[in-house]
């Protein structure tokens, strides 16, 4: 085996030696306690958003605009086989895949589950969608009390806030609002862009 400027041969393979680090011990030592300090930032940051005073999702924030007159409307009670079913042709035929639009039958079911039961209304589930995305809005006559329903991952022992959870996950955007009057949900999912001359 002979060796040429950190470079060695052993038969047909060539083996290069690791470059030196570019930096020190200490320089080691500086990046982790920047890192750290980072972190307890972002801690405080969290720590004093979660304990401020509580806001509803609807503080602040107006309603969206209603949905056009020509949305597809459907009344539900406990029939989520229904609602899945509606969803589905819905969501293909504005264009999904069909692997994003089994992800918009899971995220209607899920928050329409909620609805059958949590809520001691019916729901009304609304679908329509344009050249770029397809809205779905759940509504009913319950109230999500936890502004951040959803949004905060939960652990693994949790009862329950796993189905929010994944709906904001498979969604490209999810809007609630929820006071005294009910509760609605809209699902957003962008639709694939048309490629010129198709």
């Known amino acids: 085996m002979r060796a040429l400027s950190g470079i060695a041969r052993i038969g047909n393979l060539t083996t290069q030696a690791p470059a030196e680090r570019p930096f020190s011990a200490s320089g080691v030592s500086l990046l982790l306690m920047v890192w750290e ?10 720590h004093e958003a979660l304990t401020g005073p509580p806001r509803r ?4 924030v107006p309603l969206p605009p209603p949905p056009p007159p020509d949305a597809m409307s459907y009344r ?3 029939d989520l086989a229904a609602v899945r079913a509606v ?9 999904l895949p069909e692997s994003r639009a089994i992800d918009l039958v899971l995220a209607v079911s899920e928050v329409a589950a909620n609805t059958v039961r949590h809520a001691k209304s019916p729901g009304s589930l609304k679908i329509w969608y344009d050249s770029e995305e397809i ?16 949004r905060r991952q939960p ?6 806030g796993h189905g929010l ?5 498979v969604c490209d955007e999810v809007e609630m609002r929820s006071d005294e009057t009910g509760t609605t949900i809209r699902l957003h999912m962008e639709l694939p862009r048309l490629k010129p001359g198709s």
């Open 165 to 169: 959870w994944i709906v904001n996950q």
């Open 87 to 95: 969803v589905y042709r819905y969501a293909i035929a504005a264009g």
């Open 135 to 150: 809205i779905c809005q759940i509504q009913d006559d319950g109230v999500i009390a936890d502004p951040l329903a959803g």
């Open 37 to 46: 300090a980072e972190i307890a930032q972002r801690a405080s940051a969290a």
């Open 76 to 78: 539900y009670t406990t």
């Open 155 to 160: 652990s693994l022992e949790a009862r329950g």
């Open 57 to 60: 999702p609807s503080d602040g």
